[in-house]
């Protein structure tokens, strides 16, 4: 029997002359889950841009139970039974989750849509395949698992035989992440097949049956996931030995540098994304701060890092009160920040990678001297940084644009952690970035640590807080409903129903861990 | 982007054969409404050039230097205003304001070469600073208004170009003009307020090494300067500036602001330069070309002299087809807005790499690619 898919020689070389997959063979059985891994820039989304339609490849052919097929369009896809859910979710905010279901494929009575009709499709579908969703509920109003059930459902209506679910995880708590893989299976007894994009190997390991690797644009391995560790992937998509722990020495814990108290936040349409948080930061210590998604930790390292104003509440740092005066000024009080998302805020793209190492610095010497700037030093210093922190790019020169996300993330962590900050905001900083440069940035952040600086780490990934985090605070719809010091009694499970807001520490067990 | 030897190789033969292929589609136009195609083309092509004519008796002789001055006067204009769109380009904000700024730099000049008397240095050098703070107040505003109240900046410069315009000729008409004149304008400038010629028998003034100075100071601004680095930034992600702690306000209004100076210097090159009076229209639209120039120039000041010495050939060229052939002005400018339109699409080129690489084997294509990586 044919495979379901079978992609043959693709070749794609963007009009910029990025080849981003070359002679890339990829073939998944009908009822298999199959995990497609790679780091970033391994050209594994292009190769499912291509599936679905999204991009045309320049060699190779596609083939669909042994038929040779052209896919031009994500239409065509559909119709050929082939779904997609995106990493971010193209739901309608404001309409239901059944209409956000049948959206461009309405039942019609009459001349008006049959919004029962859609209710109904909506909850059969959902029953018979194990993904549990409100029909009526408006999208907006919830949770990120029910959002991708909603997507996940929508592919079904327009009767998907394939799905390919892009980096699913990346988003969920750990319940959530075991609501969807109790789906995935149900869908694969149903007849269904999934492609499963990801970098989490541990995920790979817990649900797929078979794992294509990707390097480089070419295909580095093809396994039954069973036959396999998670070290020998991580080789396949790295091409050398990964360590997976960060060597953590024990704690030297000083004073408090940073003490929050009190901070609250609303934004202008008056919604409450920060209430009464109150922490402290100690010298040689890294904070983590858990928490689903879009609970307060987004406004938090604005506010730290000075890009908004509070509220009420204040902020000080070694003794100085740093709220609400402007970036330049915390910056100058010893806050260095790693922003979470580094595309619109940590970088200038089209800039030079030397020109982006000196935003926080470019006025002071040795950079500019008497009003004139010295092209000399700040190429200096972008090749020193570079060298220093593996940043590997054709130049100073080179714009950071041009760069992989790894490499980007290095770039930033460069400045940052070159600023001698007294207190580092690292907001999410192996997101998106592959498993060699997490590697480094971990490392990096531990050192930091050690070096007698107070981290921040707000990230969404339980193990990477769990790995370097000294004390764990979790946030829950913009407060601070649990702190934890790191022990290794302390389990992702437990931290998860504080994560969903089932749980929370009473007032006195937060002071005691202040 | 990277700039390696090979893309600005690249980038060169772009423009050359962007260049050639419009001169190529402008000559087909001309034939088809002019009689003496090539006679009248040729007039576009060479006209703004001396020629050197050889006498009886051996003797050589320089011709049409007016036609050369004419193009070197239209260039300097060119330059200052494309200097000046640069800036603002750069920061990424939408200036229309030069018009404004260049008739009130005008304005502030010529009250100064009337009113003031000193020896012509220091005439000249105070007109100068008149124009420049005219330029420089009447970018202030609109940046302000931009930055603090975030009002559009592409509506509030026009419309403060009315009012520079109409305060312009109401000083003029009420005030300044020279009654016995039988039209409305300034009495000629006294001779220390009026740019020394420096080409003979052109009206080519020390406004050209005004200009160059010009050039060389917004390089230096904008490559070498904390401030140019900031409107670098602010252009290249505003929210990475703010993040970085760049006061973004201030640098909005300061290139705003800046930008402005050397329009009003555009205004002495015409006044004290080319007209030696005020009129009541200086040069009509001249404005807005400085965006032509600062597009072709792709806000680089080291290439806008470049550009606005080709954009006031094409300029020059243009004038003197329409006056010594039968082609009609409107077609003249049809054909210069071809050559600009063709130059400044980005898209031209690429279409025809793609064509070509379409007709080439997926394998050829990756046997020639240069990098490794993910798009997504």
Known sequence: MPNLIDMRDIIKVYPNGVAANRDVNFSVEKGEIHALVGENGAGKSTLMKILYGLEQPTGGQIFLNGRAVTISTPHQAIALGIGMVHQNFMLIPSFTIAENVVLGQE??????????????????????????????????????????RVEILKTLYRGADLLILDEPTAVLTPQETDDLFDAVRRLVSQGKTVIFITHKLIEVKEISDRVTVMRHGEVTGRVQTAEVSEEDIARMMVGRDVLFRVEKPPQQRGEAAVRVSGLSYVSVTGRPLLRDVSFNVYRGEILGIAGVEGNGQTQLAELLSGLAAPTTG?????????????????????????????????????????????????????????GAMSLRQIRQHAENLMQKFDIRAAGAGAAIGSLSGGNMQKVIIAREFSADPALLIAAQPTRGVDIGA???????????????????????????????????????????VAIFQNSPDLTEEALGLYMLGLKRQTPAEIESQL | MKTTRRQITLEIVRIVLVVLLALLLGFFITTLVSDDPVGAYTEFLTGPLPKISINDDGGWQLRGVNRFGNWIEDSITLILLGLSVAIVFSARQFSLGAEGQLFLGALAAGAVSLYFHAPAVIHISLALIAAGAAGFVWGLIPGALKAYLNADEIVSTLMLNIIAIQFYQFILTRYMRDFTAGYIGTEYFPETAVLPVVIPGTRV??????????????????????LGYEIRMLGANRKFAEYGGIKVKRV?????????????????????????QLTLSLSPNIGFEGIVVALLARNDPKWVPVAGLFYGYLRTGAQIMERSSDVTREMVLVIQAIIILFITAERVLPLIQQWWQRRRSPEAILDSVEGVGDVA
């Open chain 1, 314 to 370: 204040a902020a000080t740092i070694n003794g100085q009160s740093i709220l609400g005066r402007g970036p330049r000024y915390v910056r100058e009080a010893g806050v260095a920040h790693i922003p979470e998302d580094r595309l619109t805020n940590g970088v200038a793209l089209e800039a030079s990678i030397a020109d982006n190492l000196v935003v926080d610095r470019y006025y002071r010497p040795p950079f500019t001297r008497r």
């Open chain 1, 107 to 148: 039942p019609i009575k009459g001349q008006l849509i049959d919004a029962e009709a859609a209710i109904n499709i909506t909850r059969q579908l959902a029953q018979e395949y194990g993904l549990e969703v409100d029909p009526t509920a408006k999208v907006e109003a919830t949770p990120v698992g029910m959002r991708q």
């Open chain 2, 205 to 226: 003034t020390v406004a050209l090494f005004i200009t160059i100075a010009a050039v060389v100071a917004v390089w230096f601004l904008m490559s070498r300067m904390p």
């Open chain 2, 252 to 276: 909005i209004t300061l290139s705003m602001a800046i930008s402005g100076i050397l329009a009003g210097l555009a205004g002495t090159h015409l006044s004290m330069g080319l007209l030696k």
């Open chain 1, 438 to 480: 997490s590697e480094f940035v971990r490392r990096q952040l531990v050192e930091a640590r050690n070096a007698g600086k107070a981290v921040l780490l707000i990230s969404a990934d339980l193990a990477e807080v769990f790995s370097l985090a000294d004390r764990i605070a979790v946030m829950y719809k913009g407060e601070i």
